[in-house]
């Protein structure tokens, strides 16, 4: 586990379980989730424009705010201008009530079926910025790094210690074991012997008698 976790382009078992994606492939499909962000915002906000400047909608409501990229042209982070909303903060409702010509009937910039629109559109950038360096962690392997780091660092230690005690444990128990067969032979093999000392000392007693 250590090894792999230093090396886990090496050939491993885990590496067979585990196929990881190389730094470079996981910098470009994060550099490109980047990109659909901007792209997703500049939508956004090119649709938002569009409709403040139509004469078919309501503008006596608040102005709807325009949406913040969480990244520049260089795809770097950026802090939000004042009066850009975040995805988090883009909640706010700003449809009017649509008459029967399909113009807006009361305050508000957008219908409700063009902002459902926005909504999901703000919607799919957050789920790739706030999704994406999760996943890539995922495939790259780094979460699982992370946790096996964990393990070989805080449980590992004390298990190599629990297996110590294990193995001396299990030598004992065998010295143990061999030692009580060894006696066992010998109090088994006890009474052959003594039958054939008997025997022997019986041989020897009446060679010595019949000796004139």
């Known amino acids: 586990m250590g090894e792999w976790v230093h090396n886990s382009r090496a050939e491993t078992s885990l590496s067979n379980i585990l196929p ?88 508000g910039e957008v219908t409700p079926e063009v902002y459902n629109q926005l909504v999901a559109a703000v919607n799919a950038s957050y789920a790739l910025d706030h999704y994406t360096p999760f996943l890539l962690n995922l495939q790259n392997c780094q979460f699982v790094k992370g946790a096996f780091n964990s393990i070989t660092t805080f449980f590992c230690p004390r298990l190599k210690l629990d297996l110590r005690m294990v193995t001396a444990g299990l030598g004992l128990l065998s010295s143990g074991v061999m030692l009580c067969l060894i006696l066992w032979v010998l109090y088994a093999n006890r009474s052959r012997r003594e039958e054939v000392f008997a025997k022997q000392h019986g041989v020897k007693t009446a060679v010595v008698a019949q000796t004139p």
């Open 20 to 107: 990881c994606v190389d730094e470079q492939t996981t910098n470009l499909t994060l550099y490109q989730s980047k990109e659909v962000i901007v792209q997703l915002v500049n939508v956004v906000n090119t649709a938002i424009s569009s409709q403040v400047k139509t004469v078919s909608y309501n503008q006596s409501g608040a102005l709807m705010p325009p949406l913040c990229s969480p990244y520049d042209s260089w795809m770097h982070k950026r802090q939000c201008e004042p009066g850009e909303v975040s995805f988090v903060n883009a909640s706010k409702n700003y449809t009017c009530a649509v008459s029967d010509s399909g113009l807006c009937g009361t305050a």
